[in-house]
């Protein structure tokens, strides 16, 4: 809602204040100001009339001109506009004239002395949607009388505006109404308001009639006019208009724009004569073609509020009126329409034609219901005063409203609580008078009638923000709450999640975030710890964010791809973040480590692999207190072309997958245009749900233990798991085997892998003699070649 | 006799002559082999024992000539040991400057830091963490925090819905909602909730469909804004500094009454004005309110008797401030030349 400075001056006494201070208090109580603009700038300006007009000699498109400026003498200017010509009243901005874009300064132009330069308004700083595009292209043209030496140049044409940009919440529609701006100002500076008197006419008796059908419309207002006359609108009110954003067209049409601006009520006018029948009638059930003014055909649809006439649309109620019965140039008698129409169905038809208004706009956020009549007097006072109207009949009214004013009932000490001030009465009742708000006191309680115009109100919480918005919150105390003190901080499962990003960022993973929304064909890939059917958006923007994710690992590879893409030819990181499927709401960790690892200077790079990722997740496990008996891995059985199938593991816990880790497949690193990545995604509210046994501590043993190294031939269809659990289970003596090489090739047949391994063996009794040792390694050398086929490497 | 003394002292001073000559480790054993071992010219004096009359000037002169020259000896082999070691270390001099092995420290997105950092805040003050969920239903996100259906203020809100009632979280409200109609007893409340929400909006430098919010909530008896005040006045400058202060401009938000913008004083220029504060020396860091009585009601508080306060931090946008980044996209492409600025601490 743009505000003109002058008009509010005009109407509230603003003596002593720039617009800047009043923007602040007005930004400070709610009604934000987002911009002052000043219509124009200039200074040093002066109206001069050409006196001479010659061609420069050195140019064929400049002028050299003698322009008397008044009691500043003739001064010689060299001009380019084309207008510019003997006779001609125009703006000149004097040597030493500041303009918005431009200093102006004594000068040669290609060998002519020019003091001072000829203006158009877009120089001044005239918003070009303003101005003709004869305007735009030379000097402004000034009327011939125009007063030859006048140095206020920007008061003589009307630019001495400041407009206050509001931009404005949802709980004060009422301030796009310029009467009630002017009310808000005068009660946050306690300043004096002066609206204008409505004159009243003598009203003839009417036979029109109005009506709705629609549950949209409770209230419809129009009165007959007779015998307007269509012409320009005075000089005051296209100015107004021009401040407000809005052109001036004719009286007729500015006149509804005007008192739209002064009341907020949108207005609509009908050429009486051109409606089927004397009578408007609202509905919602019409179905067919529009035709409306703007010369286009809109589909009606059943919830679209119409005002018709026989039958016919003759309005898109709030949104633009039929062409069939337009006011034009021609027209004599009209029908002014003042109505209510809530918002919901305005903003629905609005929304889906794609048309909306300086009206549709009003209607949606919600308008004053109680001042029908007084708006058709202010239209009927103007229509009078500016466009000769004639007979006036009286107004015709379908009211279904109910019309009490809100009384609302508080006291001081709920005021006083709810602020944490200790305003006295006398303050209370005197800020809520200032704001237009009836107050009865009796002692501390209040009864509070509310304004008409502020439809926002209606609860005593309402009432004290009023109170601090006008005091200022300045005068609320700083006071920590008192509180009881309780056990509080992180939930375990919290401080779970928490040390865990810790530990990962700890081990050198960067820790990132992406966006939740990606495309269906996204989400399917990489869906292997199904939770459910997606989040499908109704609305997306785009199909590239049209689902909510299921999983972490499409997101994260493309943060791969993209710093791969940067030269960053490497990267650890993680996740962890919130999936929502339809089946179930869950919380993932995803990892993923991409190019070589980083090595020491010297050393060759060698890229991340399997173990590297499976040396995490030992960790993660470890670090939650999950020993390797509390999950197992499984070989890969998914299929599909994102992980390599050979190179994969699942994590299992009892029967429940936990996720997946391993090396991408070819074709995905393709995809992604990665050279090598492994990636893991692990479902972290089924992993931080495991009950983790409470630790129990061990005695270190009281013997030496004694360790064996043994370098074994293995089928390789038998893995290291299953060799491991035959050495431990050949001998209780032998408690840990560990590998420690692997190596194939020459000197290993086909078929075989050799494999180094440490036994560590020890007895809780006694120290172990030679003797014990070699027995219990036979026994796990026999047990090995029995059951599993491995040999000692010779 | 005295001849033999003469031999003991001439024993002695060939010795440390020949010592004296010595350079290396090598020639300080061969020493050692000629002059102190069993058979080397010192302990051999006492071979002409025998010979001596007074033996015990005789012995004396020989001891003396021995502690001498194996005083000698030691020093000078602790002098040559020195020596060497320096030799060695000499050797063993490394380039200091190259790099050390890779002990990699993993980096925070900007994001997380100040998540963290927010909730570490509110935890000292006793509140705990509630997070909600993105997916939400239109009760929860709306309808319970005083947004019904064609309420003017959900024009303010884009919203992406899936069918009618389930949409994503265009605020983290949504959180407080759940949390005070899921009170069990209707208790008091201390609570923050972090999370992402959502809006239909075309991703550029400042805006972004997906972002991140903190809200805050607290329900009792008798709270008032001076509660609210002293709590962000304490945030404020547990995050931004002791000196900043706050101040509060009324405002709109449906779910609180009265409403406020929450501006602190400039932490670039101290609030003198620059271009970070647009000279104005304060710049606007939360939204903050009283719960709305309509809000408490529906979720089953009973207004006469509890009131609260709620606010809402902009995640990204107190770290763009914060750290000086120029555009939220920045936090979503995760670019590791970005990301090397916030290592873990």
């Known amino acids: ?794 | 006799m005295k001849n033999l003394i003469e031999r003991a002292h001439v024993a002695r001073a060939a010795a440390l002559d020949a010592l004296s000559k010595v350079i290396d480790e090598k020639a300080l054993e061969d020493f050692y082999v000629s002059f102190l071992a069993k058979k080397g010219s010192i302990p051999g004096l006492m071979a002409l024992m025998k010979e001596a009359e007074d033996k015990a000037a005789f012995g004396a002169a020989v001891n003396k000539a021995r502690t001498e020259v194996v005083a000698a000896y030691e020093s000078k082999k602790a002098a040559l040991a020195e020596k060497a070691l320096n030799l060695r270390l000499a050797r063993e001099k490394i380039d200091i400057t190259l790099p050390g092995e890779p002990t990699p420290l993993g980096h925070v997105n900007p994001y997380r830091l100040i998540i963290d950092e927010v909730t570490d805040i509110f935890l000292e003050m006793g509140y705990e963490v509630c997070e909600g969920r993105d997916v939400e239903t239109d009760k929860f996100n709306f309808e319970l925090l005083n947004v019904p259906k064609d309420h003017p203020s959900r024009d303010m809100q884009d919203t992406f819905y899936f069918g009618d009632d389930y949409l994503l979280r265009t605020q983290t409200s949504a959180a407080q909602a759940h949390k005070m109609s899921e009170m069990e007893e209707k208790k008091p409340i201390r609570m923050i909730a972090p999370g992402k929400a959502y809006r239909r909006d075309d991703d550029d430098m400042t805006h972004s469909h997906q972002f991140a919010q903190i809200e805050g909530l607290v329900v009792d008896k008798d709270i008032s804004i001076a509660h609210l005040k002293a709590t962000l006045e304490l945030f404020a400058k547990k995050m931004f500094g002791q000196k900043r202060e706050i101040r509060l401009r009324s405002s709109y938000f449906p779910f609180t009454e009265p409403s406020v913008e929450v501006d602190v004083s400039c932490f670039n220029c101290g609030g003198k004005g620059c271009p970070m504060c647009k000279g104005t020396g304060w710049i606007e860091i939360l939204g903050a309110g009283m719960v709305n009585p309509r809000v408490l009601e529906a979720c089953g508080y009973d207004p006469e008797v509890y009131s609260g306060f709620a606010f809402g931090v902009g995640v990204e946008r107190v770290a763009m401030l914060r750290y000086g980044i120029d555009d939220i996209r920045r936090f979503y492409q995760n670019d590791f030349r970005f990301l090397k600025d916030y290592p873990v601490k």
Request: hydrophobic share 40%.
């Open chain 1, 1 to 794: 809602m743009n505000i003109s400075y002058n008009w509010l001056k005009k109407h509230v006494d603003l003596e002593g204040l720039t617009p800047e201070e009043v923007a602040s208090r007005l930004t400070f109580s709610g009604a934000e100001v987002e911009g002052i603009s000043y219509l124009a700038k200039g200074a040093n300006l002066v109206i001069g009339e050409i006196l001479e007009c010659e061609p420069h000699p050195d140019s064929d498109h400049l002028h050299v001109l003698k322009v008397d400026e008044g009691k500043y003498g003739v001064e010689q200017i060299v001009c380019g506009a084309p207008n510019a010509r003997k006779g001609l009243k125009v703006i000149v901005a004097r040597v030493g004239a500041k303009l918005p874009e431009v200093e102006i300064k004594a000068s040669r132009i290609r060998g002519v002395d020019s003091n001072g330069m000829c203006c158009s308004l877009l120089e001044l700083g005239v918003d070009g949607k303003f101005l003709s595009d004869y305007q735009k292209a030379g000097i402004e043209e000034l009327p011939a009388d125009a007063p030859v030496g006048e140095e206020d140049v920007l008061g003589y044409l009307g630019l001495d505006d400041v407009v206050l940009e509001l931009s404005l919440l949802p709980n004060r529609p009422d301030l796009y109404a310029l009467n009630n701006v002017a009310k808000e100002v005068g009660c946050l500076f306690q300043r004096k308001v002066t609206l204008d008197e409505i004159q009243d006419y003598p009203l003839q008796k009417s036979s029109f009639t109005v009506g709705s059908n629609a549950e949209g419309c409770p209230l419809f207002t129009a009165r007959v006019i007779k015998g307007v006359v269509t012409k320009p609108s005075p000089r005051w009110l296209s100015e107004v208009l021009t401040a407000s954003g809005i052109r001036s067209i004719n009286n007729i049409v500015d006149i509804g724009n005007f008192v739209m601006l002064l009341t907020g009520q949108p207005l609509n006018m009908y050429d009486a004569d051109k409606l089927p029948e004397p009578s408007l009638i609202v509905r919602d059930d019409l179905e067919g073609d529009f035709k409306a003014m703007d010369g286009q055909t809109y589909p009606l649809r059943k919830g679209d509020l119409v005002v018709t006439s026989g039958g016919r649309g003759m309005c898109l109620a709030g949104v633009m009126t039929a062409d069939e019965c337009k006011v034009d140039e021609n027209t004599k008698n009209i029908v002014v329409e003042a109505a209510y129409f809530y918002g919901a169905p305005i903003r629905h038809t609005s929304n889906r034609i794609g048309l909306s208004s300086d009206s549709s706009l009003r209607f949606c956020k919600g308008i004053n219901p109680h001042q029908a009549e007084y708006v058709q007097r202010v239209t009927t006072a103007l229509l009078k005063l500016l466009a000769e109207a004639g007979e006036v009949e009286e107004t015709v009214v379908y009211d279904t409203m109910a019309h009490e004013r809100k009384v609302i009932n508080t006291n001081l000490a709920y005021i006083n609580g709810r602020l944490g001030t200790s305003f006295p009465i006398d303050t209370v009742v005197a800020t809520l008078r200032r704001d237009n708000f009836e107050v009865e006191a009796d002692g501390e309680d209040l009864t509070v009638t509310v304004p008409s115009f502020r439809i926002d109100v209606d609860g005593k919480a309402d009432l004290t923000e009023e109170v601090i918005r006008i005091l200022g919150y300045e005068h609320v105390p700083s006071v920590l709450p008192n509180v009881e003190l309780s056990l509080t901080g992180l939930t375990p499962r919290q401080t779970a999640e928490r040390e865990l990003r810790r530990h990962l960022l700890h081990l050198g993973l960067d820790e990132v975030v992406t966006y939740t929304l990606q495309s269906k064909a996204e989400s399917t890939a990489f869906d292997y710890l199904d939770h459910g059917e997606l989040y499908v958006l109704s609305n997306p923007m785009t199909v590239e964010r049209e689902v909510v994710r299921p999983h972490l690992a499409h997101s994260l590879l493309s943060v791969a791809s993209y710093n791969a893409n940067r030269q960053n030819k490497s990267g650890a990181f993680f996740e962890v973040s919130d999936i929502d499927t339809k089946g179930c709401s869950s919380r993932h960790l995803g990892i993923v480590l991409y190019g070589d690892k980083p090595a020491r200077v010297g050393n060759k790079g060698k890229a991340y692999d399997f173990y590297d990722i499976k040396g995490i997740v030992t960790s993660i496990f470890e670090s939650l207190g999950l020993n390797e008996n509390r999950y197992r891995l499984e070989s890969w059985n998914k299929g599909g072309d994102e992980m390599h199938p050979y190179q994969t593991a699942m994590i299992y816990c009892g029967k429940k997958l936990l996720g997946y880790f391993g090396t991408l497949h070819p074709l995905a690193l393709k995809k992604y245009d990665l050279k090598s990545a492994v990636l893991l995604e692990l479902d972290l509210e089924e992993l931080l749900s495991i009950k983790v046994s409470p630790i129990k501590a061990s005695v270190p043993p009281k013997f030496p233990s004694v360790t064996r190294d043994l370098a074994l031939l293995v089928p390789t269809t038998v893995t290291y798991e299953a060799l491991r659990r035959e050495l431990l289970r050949a001998d209780p003596l032998i408690v840990k085997v560990e590998a420690f090489d692997l190596y194939t090739g020459e000197g290993v047949g086909e078929g075989y892998v050799s494999l180094a391994v440490s036994l560590t063996l020890l007895s809780k009794d006694k120290t172990l003699s030679e003797a014990e040792v070699n027995l219990a390694v036979k026994k796990a050398l026999d047990a090995a070649a029995v059951k599993l086929g491995a040999r000692m490497r010779q």
